[in-house]
């Protein structure tokens, strides 16, 4: 039984997705100005704020697993550094393909100093809007692991959503590991919205 302070956040974290969601289409032209305020309600009434992703990389294992795991993501229409946090699992869009989606850990954003992996290059700043994102898996040497070390910065608008929850297999899944901030507003997102025995029906392993 979910407790009415959970819905109360739940819907209160709805509304402010749905207001994003809303100026992200009006911005584009999708909308009219007349639509908004019925495009934001239909998102509270009808929509989520999750979706099921299955992925099967290495490169985030242990989190992960590595034989792949079936992940509920928190839907993030317009990523910034007030939506995600250094330390989130995130997915994303591949900067090097964009049909393909990558699963990483948000390591920096916007204003961090790096430190470039050729000694003979001085350190650098990510520059607004570029966030740095690295693979979990330590067994991995830093270029057999698809991540910035590899692709460089990636523009923050790459990212789709942040992973709450993985299904490694039937007896084995959890919370996902993420920023204590992101743990806090996603704790009625996954009150609400998981449901193991429908990530289990979609598990590909």
């Given amino acids: 039984m979910v407790s009415p302070s959970i819905w109360f ?3 209160a974290s709805k509304l402010e997705y749905s207001v994003s969601l809303s100026r992200r289409s009006y911005g584009r032209g999708q909308i009219a100005d007349t639509e908004k305020l019925d495009s934001i309600w239909k998102n509270v009434l009808l929509g989520k704020l999750t979706f099921l992703h299955w992925n099967k990389e290495e490169e985030m294992a242990p989190t992960i697993g590595t034989h792949g795991g079936t992940l509920l ?3 993030i229409p317009a990523a910034d550094p007030t939506k995600v946090y250094v330390g989130d699992v995130v997915v994303l869009k ?3 393909n964009s049909d393909k989606y990558l699963v990483r850990r948000l390591a920096a954003m916007e204003g961090s100093e790096m430190a470039s992996t050729d000694e003979k290059d001085e350190p650098f ?3 607004n809007d570029q ?7 330590e067994n991995l040497k830093p ?7 590899t692709f460089g910065p990636v523009t923050m608008t790459n990212i789709i959503g942040r992973v709450i929850y993985c299904l490694r297999n039937a007896v084995d899944h959890g919370p996902v590991n993420n920023s204590d901030v992101s743990a806090k507003q996603d704790s009625p997102v996954l009150e609400v919205e ?3 025995d429908e990530m289990a029906k979609n598990h590909k392993a």
């Fill in 194 to 196: 998981l449901d193991v």
């Fill in 94 to 96: 591949d900067p090097m």
């Fill in 73 to 75: 993501v928190r839907k």
């Fill in 131 to 137: 966030c740095w994102v690295l693979a979990d898996n």
């Fill in 125 to 127: 700043v990510l520059e």
């Fill in 9 to 11: 956040r739940y819907i």
């Fill in 143 to 149: 270029k057999e692991a698809y991540d910035s070390r």
